[in-house]
T-cell receptor, first 116, second 118 residues
Framework: EPEVTQTPSHQVTQMGQEVILRCVPI?????FYWYRQILGQKVEFLVSFYNNEISEKSEIFDDQFSVERPDGSNFTLKIRSTKLEDSAMYFCASSYLIRVSYNEQFFGPGTRLTVL | AQTVTQSQPEMSVQEAETVTLSCTYD???????LFWYKQPPSRQMILVIRQEAYKQQNATENRFSVNFQKAAKSFSLKISDSQLGDTAMYFCAFTRTYIIQGAQKLVFGQGTRLTINP
């Protein structure tokens, strides 16, 4: 059964460094998402992406964040200059269209980002 | 803005018992979807059950059922005949209905850690 995959599973970086988190969505999906979960807190929406552009982004998704679908299969989240508060689990999701009003999201296993 | 609240951080029951996880939400939307997602340890979140707000009938998927009370903005998950494999974090989530097709963001609750004991 197709799955969303994410690499790496755990990333440790120094504050101020750039990180790229990678996701391979399910191949026929059209919509892509990033969420994050700070330890002990709720899962929060970061950004959605469709037709090679951002559909919606949250207040968390500031100029330090960017997303890209560089080659038609990968979907990446870049954090340009990491801060301590960026430490979290980052989840990628993708979805296909069931009907106009709803599409089901499938999640990857997450990348745990630790900023020291 | 929509909010989702799960007031039970942890629950624990014996195998084969029935357990109910609570969720309340707040929205001004009339048309929306509610979900329960399961996240086993070190594995990805998977969709357990979905409820469409315009449907009065409560959704059921095998041992999983919901009690959807639209007026009260309550959406609880009942797991019958619980199994060891049900041990996981459970998230309640909300998304509004989109008039035109588009990416839909999910709004999650804090999660309930459910442990099924042998």
């Amino acid at each position: 059964e197709p799955e969303v995959t994410q690499t790496p599973s755990h990333q440790v970086t120094q504050m101020g460094q750039e990180v790229i988190l990678r996701c391979v969505p399910i191949s026929n999906h059209l919509y892509f998402y990033w969420y994050r979960q700070i330890l002990g807190q709720k899962v929060e929406f970061l950004v959605s992406f469709y037709n090679n552009e951002i559909s919606e982004k949250s207040e968390i998704f500031d100029d330090q964040f960017s997303v890209e679908r560089p080659d038609g299969s990968n979907f990446t989240l870049k954090i340009r200059s990491t801060k301590l508060e960026d430490s979290a689990m980052y989840f990628c999701a993708s979805s296909y269209l069931i009907r106009v009003s709803y599409n089901e999201q499938f999640f990857g296993p997450g990348t745990r980002l630790t900023v020291l | 803005a929509q909010t989702v609240t799960q007031s039970q951080p942890e629950m624990s029951v014996q195998e084969a018992e029935t357990v109910t996880l609570s969720c309340t939400y707040d929205t001004s939307e009339n048309n929306y979807y509610l979900f329960w997602y399961k996240q086993p340890p070190s594995r990805q979140m998977i969709l357990v059950i979905r409820q469409e707000a315009y449907k009065q009938q409560n959704a059921t998927e095998n041992r999983f059922s919901v009690n959807f009370q639209k007026a009260a903005k309550s959406f609880s998950l009942k797991i019958s005949d619980s199994q060891l494999g049900d041990t996981a974090m459970y998230f309640c989530a909300f998304t509004r209905t989109y008039i035109i097709q588009g990416a839909q963001k999910l709004v999650f609750g804090q999660g309930t850690r459910l442990t099924i004991n042998p």
